[in-house]
Structures are given as C-alpha cells and as structure tokens.
T-cell receptor, first 109, second 114 residues
Framework: GQNIDQPTEMTATEGAIVQINCTYQ??????LFWYQQHAGEAPTFLSY????GLEEKGRFSSFLSRSKGYSYLLLKELQMKDSASYLC??????????FGAGTTVTVRA | EAGVAQSPRYKIIEKRQSVAFWCNPI?????LYWYQQILGQGPKLLIQ????????DSQLPKDRFSAERLKGVDSTLKIQPAKLEDSAVYLC????????????FGQGTRLTVV
C-alpha cells in the first residue's frame, strides 16, 4: 500500500517563501506529483518528480529524494491567490495514484 | 483538447436512495480513477480502471458502491443505498497509461445525502 504524510496547515505572509514537506511509503514508484486545489474546485496539476533533485517551474519548485521517501514543494514570492490546499500524490505500481490529506496554505497580507 | 467531463455537478438525495455519477475521460486516456473527497480531506481512491479492466478497488465499499467502464471509455459510479457519510465530492480523473504523466481531473460531483 501507500502511506503519504504532509502537514495539515501552514500560514505565510505575502511575498514570503513556504516549504511543504511530504513523506511517503510506496510499493513501486512511478512518480511524485503535486496538485493545487482551491476551495470548491478540482485539483490542478503543478509539478512532478521522477528523479532525485529539484525541478523548478516559475515560482514553484519541487524536490525529491527517492531513497528517503521525501519530497517538498517550495512556493516563492507568495501571492494571495496561492491560498489553497496543496496535495502530494504518489504513483506506485500499476499506476495507482494515491494522495495525501493535503496542506492548507493561508497567505496573509 | 477537451477535459474530463463529469455529471451531474450537484446532487442531493435522501439516505437509502440510489445515485449514479457519470464520467467521460480525455480521449485516449487508458487509465481512469474515481476518488471520494470528504470536506477537508485529500482525495481517496475508490477504484482504478485500465481500459475496461479493474486495476484496484481495494477501498471501494462493495456492499453499496459499484462502478463500471464499458468499452474502456465512459464510466459510471453508483451508490445504492446511500448513507449520510457518503456526502462528499466524487472526482473522476484520467491518465495516459505512461509513467510520469499527470492525471487530469473533472470538476467533480458534489453529493449531499440528507
């Protein structure tokens, strides 16, 4: 099975940086994904990691260490519109895609 | 490219009634997922199809939930009979059957059981 853990809530100030950690245990590995979900909306894809290291995509970066079962999502230059839930998801064997409970990020002025 | 289509968007039913949800995935996507998302929680995988075969349904409450994907395209998820705790958003997602490709989600169906 898959077990995915991430913090429940984080709060940061507009313009700051926030790092959301995710630890996982999985049988088989076919990628780690980060999704953003605004209240009342469907999850939208942000980034994925296959190999160890940092993937940068504008203000968002994601890091993966497969040996440690660890990833983080880094949000830079926070904007009010970044207030949302951030979901860590792992695709294991058979392409089974499992999600963590999500981290609610609140950006304050 | 058209996205994942789901209907209805909202549904209110009384407990013990039946309900069905429909999903049309992105064309060419072999993998289809149904998730249940209770308010304040992450999506919970109910069932995963690859084409018209079930890959994983270990978390599907089979005494009341059923799903099918005829011809490997559209899918329906049914609940019969519904319970109060089934109130949630039901999300459908689809994926190319290739590694390291992201899943795309539909808008979901918000079910309220009263």
């Amino acid at each position: 099975g898959q077990n995915i853990d991430q913090p429940t809530e984080m709060t940061a100030t507009e313009g700051a940086i926030v790092q959301i950690n995710c630890t996982y245990q999985t049988s088989g590995f076919n990628g780690l994904f980060w999704y953003q979900q605004h209240a009342g909306e469907a999850p939208t894809f942000l980034s994925y990691n296959v190999l160890d290291g940092l993937e940068e995509k504008g203000r968002f970066s994601s890091f993966l260490s497969r040996s440690k079962g660890y990833s983080y999502l880094l949000l830079k230059e926070l904007q009010m519109k970044d207030s949302a839930s951030y979901l860590c998801a792992v695709r294991g064997g058979d392409y089974k895609l499992s999600f963590g409970a999500g981290t609610t990020v609140t950006v304050r002025a | 490219e058209a996205g994942v289509a789901q209907s209805p968007r909202y549904k209110i039913i009384e407990k013990r009634q039946s309900v069905a949800f429909w999903c049309n995935p992105i064309s060419g996507h072999a993998t289809l997922y149904w998730y249940q998302q209770i308010l304040g929680q992450g999506p919970k995988l109910l069932i995963q199809f690859q084409n018209n075969g079930v890959v994983d349904d270990s978390q599907l409450p089979k005494d009341r939930f059923s799903a099918e994907r005829l011809k490997g395209v559209d899918s329906t998820l049914k609940i019969q009979p519904a319970k109060l705790e089934d109130s949630a958003v039901y999300l459908c997602a689809s994926n190319l059957n290739r590694p390291y490709t992201e899943a795309f989600f539909g808008q979901g169906t918000r079910l309220t059981v009263v």
